[in-house]
């Protein structure tokens, strides 16, 4: 099956960030076949709702489409947004300890170790493979959306202390979803 299918079927003006606990947020993304005119618009869409959210990342599953891709702006501003497409870590190394959020779990923030440089290896808007190497918030930042990518959560990561700490903003999370559903 064509992967892009999933895109093209989506509403964009319907798209939402979808929160914790949507079974959608923990599968496994698969991959896009090509980048036409109907992911373009995606990605654009994608971006709107990033900036809208205040975040700095969003993972195609955080708006229901499981699919590999994200778009990101380290520095919150439009200028400086980027598409990855199929993306996949090629190297990693160092650590850093920092603290993290996510547009799907609103209010809730831990602390997670990632890499401190991270390469990633993606396909833009036109579908030209590159690499790109980025330290610090943009390497946190490739290593979250690409969890989100695997079907890992920010909650995942998070230690038994962080898990307490957020245990009510968690709860709520799961009220309002079942709620919902």
Not at 14 to 39: F, G, H, K, N, Q
């Amino acid at each position: 099956m064509e992967q892009n299918a999933k895109i093209v079927s989506a509403d964009l003006a319907a798209l939402r960030v979808i929160r914790y606990p949507d079974p959608r947020l923990m599968e496994i993304c698969t991959a896009l076949d090509v980048v036409d005119d109907s992911l373009r618009a995606f990605v654009e869409r994608m971006g709107e709702l990033m900036f809208t959210g205040r975040g700095v990342g969003l993972a195609a599953p955080q708006v229901g489409v499981t699919v590999r891709l994200f778009v990101a702006s380290p520095t919150f501003t439009p200028e400086d947004r980027r598409v990855y497409i199929n993306p996949r870590i090629v190297s990693a190394e160092g650590k850093q300890d920092g603290d993290e959020g996510c547009l799907s779990f609103p209010e809730i923030t831990c602390r997670v170790k990632r890499h401190e440089t991270v390469t990633i290896r993606a396909q833009d808007l036109a579908g030209r493979w590159f690499e790109e190497t980025a330290s610090e918030l943009t390497a946190r930042i490739f290593e979250h959306e690409m969890d989100h990518l695997d079907g890992r959560l920010l909650v995942d990561r998070m230690g038994t202390v962080a898990k307490l700490a957020n245990r009510r903003a968690l709860n709520e999370l799961r009220e309002k979803y079942e709620e919902a559903n």
